[in-house]
């Protein structure tokens, strides 16, 4: 009787470990699925900020060539602006 209570009572400990270390393989499985998780998730947010930063070079890019274009239609018309009215006052003199 004594036996089959040791042999019983070794039974359940063994199972008992086995029990355990699964749970702990478990915990160990589900740590490194949220790991996964976490750095795929960092990797999307680069990935967003890269374009992000690569939108805004293009918008300061196509800024910059808008300002040049501005500034030579200005210089342009104050030049044929300042011909104008030498001409217009040139005109107006006897």
């Not at 040791?6 to 499985?29: C, D, M, P, T």
């Not at 998730?41 to 900020?49: D, K, N, S, V």
């Not at 070079?57 to 196509?62: F, H, M, Q, Y």
Request: hydrophobic share 50%.
């Amino acid at each position: 009787m004594i036996d089959e209570i040791s042999s019983a009572a070794y039974e359940a400990i063994e199972q008992a470990a086995g029990e355990a270390a699964r749970a702990a393989f478990l915990i160990s499985v589900e740590r490194e699925a949220a790991l996964l998780r976490e750095a795929a998730f960092q990797q999307g947010e680069a990935l967003r900020w890269q374009i992000e930063s690569e939108n805004n070079l293009l918008a300061i890019r196509a800024a910059k060539k808008k300002g040049i274009k501005n500034t030579v239609f200005g210089v342009v018309i104050g030049i044929f602006s300042g011909l104008a009215v030498g001409i217009s006052i040139q005109n107006l003199l006897p």
